[in-house]
């Protein structure tokens, strides 16, 4: 409980106020109750005895009443534990509540405040199930731990009571219950340790299931194949085991409780009735007192077990929250003015200590300029691009705009001048216009339309019924990979980039599509700074220079002239290029 309670007390924040609200509440219940199950065995020993003045009070608190007012007080005290009941009832689910949200917006600022490094290398479906299993969980636990400290105050409440009562009576009761805690501890250790496994398998098989849809198309292209299959199912029957022990041992502890405390009860009557001390309202007191004890004993192990159970996901929250934080992305201070260059000066970069897959990278690009990027694969040309775009942080040198280190410059007005669309963009699920504005609320209709036009996608759009209203998805059926690929440039150009990084624009397209699409680039290119990384020669022939990334380093850079002179790679390219189109 109390490891359970470090790790989230840090999430309950401004609660602590309703924690102490709650304790009262749960104290005042459970005199009320205690005070109310007294009175209601007294008033059946005087029914039983034929006598008009009835006891009322707890213990030596006690004075009489008429039969009339002992049954008003009687009903008082119902009322008002029902009252206090549903309080109690309210205050835990408001609490859950607020937690819930807690958590989830500080998750997104601090997975969206958070470097790319930490965000790229998170499994696809994670956060996702950390938003959404991982953080329900925790509010739930919210409600476990508000129900556990009212079953402990209540449990506590009711052994005073059972004290004021009958000593031997509520010794037993002490007695029984460390009894039982030893006794049903080694079950209590195991669903802790099956409901670790189960959230550990539950959170890998919702990963599981997320990238089955994001690799839906390609499945369906290869087949599902028997191995693919056999694999799916494993991660099923993983699951299904550890869910059917937890849920055993979730069910049985409880149960065992409780027989087991109903067994302790009678034990403790007879301990009663040995040292023949109790008065008949005093016994049935008791015995009243006891068995809500044990009901309030059963309540709390089935809230630690429930605790136990969601603890790792607590864990799971608790531990993202921490790397998002101890990872933010850096930003700068200075303001930034219209771009007009933008260069690498002598940059390596790692992704691992040790293993640079950038070496002392030098070019620097000016307005109206294009530069393409060519190279084998893995050379580091996406390398280069992330760089630019900020995404990673050189581990030597400067990304350099307008000759300052990229560093210093704030983030916000840097990302309004730089756009970047990239091989495989992404449509989002809403219309052509919202795909366009993508969130830029600062976006008229006339900036969209402008941008679709540039793009020359408008005249396609506008063919639609619904025109810019036609809702589209991520992998939408209304557009084609063209069509897609000219949305997604509407959406790079709508906001006027002063640089736009295109990651091989045009190799999605057919003749026509990339025809168009050059056409787009060309008219904005007096006014930007447009990098191109290309795999085809073709893509290139927007370009002013050419710079030939081999195994992390700029083995050439210059026109197309230039490099059929000075580079191997760019020749044996053109050649290989020169070959299909003879052929075609
Ligand atoms: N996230 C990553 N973590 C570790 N290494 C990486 C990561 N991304 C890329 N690399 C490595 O960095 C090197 C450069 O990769 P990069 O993606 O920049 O090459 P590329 O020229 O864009 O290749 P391609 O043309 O195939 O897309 C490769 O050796 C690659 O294995």
């Known amino acids: 409980m109390r490891r359970a309670w470090g790790r989230l007390s840090p999430f309950?924040?401004?609660?602590?106020?309703?924690?102490?609200?709650?304790?009262?509440?749960?104290?005042?219940?459970g005199l009320v109750e205690a005070a109310l199950l007294a009175l209601i065995a007294t008033i059946a020993a005087a029914l039983s005895e034929g006598a008009d003045t009835i006891s009322v009070g707890l213990g030596p608190w006690?004075?009489?009443?008429?039969?009339?007012?002992?049954?008003?007080?009687?009903?008082?005290?119902?009322?008002?534990?029902?009252?206090?009941?549903?309080?109690l009832a309210h205050l835990p689910a408001r609490m859950s509540a607020q937690v819930l949200a807690r958590l989830r917006s500080q998750l997104f600022s601090s997975f969206t405040g958070s470097s790319w490094s930490v965000k790229a290398d998170e499994r696809e479906g994670r956060f996702q199930t950390l938003m959404n299993v991982a953080v329900r969980e925790s509010a739930q636990a919210v409600i476990n731990v508000a129900a556990g400290m009212t079953a402990a105050v209540m449990f506590t409440t009711m052994v005073v009571a059972a004290f004021l009562q009958s000593v031997v009576g509520a010794a037993s009761l002490v007695v029984t219950s460390v009894v039982l805690y030893i006794a049903l501890r080694p079950l209590s250790r195991g669903l802790r340790r099956q409901a670790q496994v189960l959230s550990r398998e539950v959170v890998e098989f919702t990963e599981a299931v997320q990238e089955i849809v994001a690799s839906a198309e390609e499945v369906e292209a290869f087949g599902a194949t028997d191995s693919y299959r056999?694999?799916?199912?494993?991660?099923?029957?993983?699951?299904?085991?550890?869910?059917?022990?937890?849920?055993?041992?979730?069910?049985?502890?409880?149960?065992?409780?409780?027989?087991?405390?109903?067994?302790?009860?009678?034990?403790?009557?007879?301990?009663?009735?040995?040292?023949?001390?109790?008065?008949l309202a005093a016994l049935a007191a008791v015995v009243l007192l006891l068995i809500r004890s044990f009901t309030y004993a059963q309540q709390m192990q089935a809230a630690l077990a429930s605790l136990d159970e969601r603890a790792p996901f607590m864990d799971q929250?608790?531990?993202?929250?921490?790397?998002?934080?101890?990872?933010?992305?850096?930003?700068?201070?200075?303001?930034?003015g219209s771009i007009t260059t933008l260069g690498m000066d002598r940059v390596s970069f790692a992704y691992r200590p040790g293993r640079d897959v950038l070496r002392d990278i030098t070019f620097e690009v000016s307005r109206g300029e294009a530069i393409g990027i060519v190279g084998p694969s893995g050379a580091g040309k996406s390398s280069i691009v992330q760089l630019l775009l900020r995404l990673r942080e050189p581990t030597a040198g400067a990304v350099r705009v307008d000759g300052r280190d990229v560093r210093r410059v704030r983030r916000e007005p840097w990302r309004e001048q730089v756009a970047y669309l990239p091989q495989h963009s992404q449509l989002i699920w809403g219309t052509v216009r919202d795909n366009i504005r993508f969130h830029r609320e600062w976006l008229d209709d006339g900036d969209i339309v402008a941008a679709a036009r540039l793009a020359h996608v408008h005249d396609e759009i506008v063919s639609w019924p619904q025109g810019y209203d036609t809702v589209v998805g991520q992998?939408?059926?209304?557009?084609?990979?063209?069509?897609?690929?000219?949305?997604?440039?509407?959406?790079?150009?709508?906001?006027?980039?002063?640089?736009?990084?295109?990651?091989?624009?045009?190799?999605?397209l057919d003749v026509r599509s990339e025809e168009l699409v050059q056409a787009s680039l060309g008219a904005a290119k007096p006014d930007m700074i447009l990098v191109l990384v290309a795999h085809r020669l073709s893509t290139l022939s927007l370009c002013d220079r050419i710079m030939v990334v081999v195994?992390?380093?700029?083995?050439?850079?210059?026109?197309?002239?230039?490099?059929?002179?000075?580079?191997?790679?760019?020749?044996q390219v053109n050649e290989i290029t020169q070959r299909a189109q003879d052929r075609d």
Request: glycine fraction near 8%; hydrophobic fraction near 50%; charged fraction near 20%.
């Open 62 to 87: 006690a004075g009489d009443a008429s039969r009339p007012l002992a049954f008003g007080i009687a009903a008082g005290l119902a009322l008002a534990r029902a009252g206090l009941h549903l309080w």
């Open 551 to 571: 195994d992390g380093r700029i083995s050439a850079i210059g026109s197309r002239a230039d490099l059929l002179e000075q580079s191997d790679f760019f020749r």
């Open 317 to 336: 929250v608790a531990d993202a929250l921490t790397l998002y934080r101890t990872h933010p992305y850096q930003d700068g201070t200075e303001d930034l």
């Open 12 to 29: 309950f924040g401004g609660a602590r106020k309703q924690i102490a609200v709650l304790i009262a509440l749960a104290v005042i219940a």
């Open 230 to 279: 056999a694999g799916f199912h494993r991660r099923v029957e993983e699951v299904r085991r550890p869910h059917e022990r937890t849920r055993f041992l979730a069910a049985a502890v409880p149960g065992l409780y409780q027989s087991a405390a109903l067994l302790m009860l009678v034990l403790a009557l007879a301990a009663i009735s040995v040292s023949g001390t109790a008065r």
């Open 475 to 508: 992998r939408a059926s209304a557009v084609s990979g063209g069509q897609r690929q000219r949305l997604c440039l509407a959406r790079a150009l709508a906001g006027r980039p002063r640089v736009l990084i295109l990651d091989e624009p045009t190799s999605a």
